[in-house]
């Protein structure tokens, strides 16, 4: 069983060596450094090799890191940059990187690349949660971890308007069951009366929980929206459930204080990039091309699908 794991553990090892040999620039003509590897009048330092092996060690599995450091797995990790080297040789012989859609997607490439590089240091590399943080925000919300589930019912619609004119109406004493099932948007639930059943904090979208975790028992939330659309939201009943405690939450609660504020740090920046920018639009030049008729939206999705305003 031992011998059998660790082969599975070299052979994993040895895809994800073949999977990060491809697309990497890796050394360049002139190598600096003790030259490792060269492939007719290309040359890899040992450097380059240490750059790059230590690249795929902060991505792989922990257990791995052992196998990258060997001298077995380097030997395959250059028998990997062997063949991209020949392959990228063989391309700029063809000279396929003139080709328009081969120029066009490098572009693309180095675009998202620098995007990806500038929020990662305006965004990532400033937005920080301690523990300390999330030890204060666990205590001071006891109820987001009380372990309930609640019974719901919503009404998905596509805009703001359209939820207020439902609430009118539910005002006016419409059933809200009859309503969800002429107008709700969620095919899954609109024929049950817009009922989702019971559903723990953790399977909701948070902007969806943090609205129905608010509500007393038979109360309809405001307009709630989500990537779904705007929903109006019914909590039907509520099952106490056992507390959680810190240790279960951390892990998961910091990830999302973190997601939370480098989400709303971003929508700040931009508005910032946005205010500073000269920016023209000519919407009456929309819908450009010719894509085939539009499909209806359906948030809901089919019964295999998460519903509307669950995670997925």
């Known amino acids: 069983m031992r011998r059998a794991m660790r082969w599975n553990a070299v052979a994993l090892c040895a895809c994800l060596l073949s999977l990060a040999a491809c697309g990497k ?8 450094g003790p030259t490792v ?3 007719n009048d290309w040359s890899y330092a040992a450097a380059d090799l240490e750059r790059e092996i230590g690249q795929e060690v902060r991505r792989a599995p922990r257990e791995l890191a052992p196998f990258f450091g060997s001298k077995e797995g380097q030997k395959q990790f250059l028998e990997r940059v062997v063949r991209r080297e020949l392959l990228m040789q063989e391309a700029e012989k063809r000279k396929l990187g003139e080709q328009a859609e081969v120029a066009e997607q490098v572009a693309n490439l180095r675009r998202e690349l620098m995007i990806r590089a500038l929020v990662q240091e305006e965004i990532g590399g400033k937005i920080k949660v301690e523990e300390k943080e999330v030890q204060e925000y666990f205590a001071a919300h006891p109820d ?6 609640l019974r719901l019912r919503h009404i998905l619609v596509q805009t703001e308007g359209e939820a207020k004119e439902i609430q009118g109406r539910l005002a006016k004493n419409e059933s809200f069951e009859e309503v969800a099932k002429k107008q709700s948007r969620d095919t ?9 059943g019971f559903m ?13 975790f608010a509500l007393k028992t038979n109360e309809v939330s405001e307009p709630v929206r989500t990537p779904f659309g705007v929903h109006l939201i019914k909590l039907v009943e509520r099952k106490k459930g056992q507390p959680l405690v810190f240790d279960e939450v951390k892990g998961q609660l910091q990830r999302r204080l973190l997601d939370e504020r480098q989400a709303a740090r971003f929508q700040a920046w931009i508005k910032e990039l946005e205010s500073g920018a000269k920016i023209t639009r000519d919407e009456s030049l929309l819908p450009v091309g010719n894509f085939g008729p539009a499909a209806p939206p359906q948030p809901g999705g089919p019964a295999a699908e998460p519903k509307a305003g669950e995670k997925s």
């Open 188 to 196: 899954n639930s609109a024929a049950q009366g817009g009922d989702l």
């Open 37 to 39: 590897l060269k492939v």
């Open 144 to 149: 987001e971890f009380s372990g309930d589930t």
């Open 200 to 212: 723990g904090r953790e399977q909701m979208l948070p902007e969806f929980a943090r609205a129905a």
């Open 25 to 32: 620039e890796g050394g360049g003509d002139t190598a600096k």
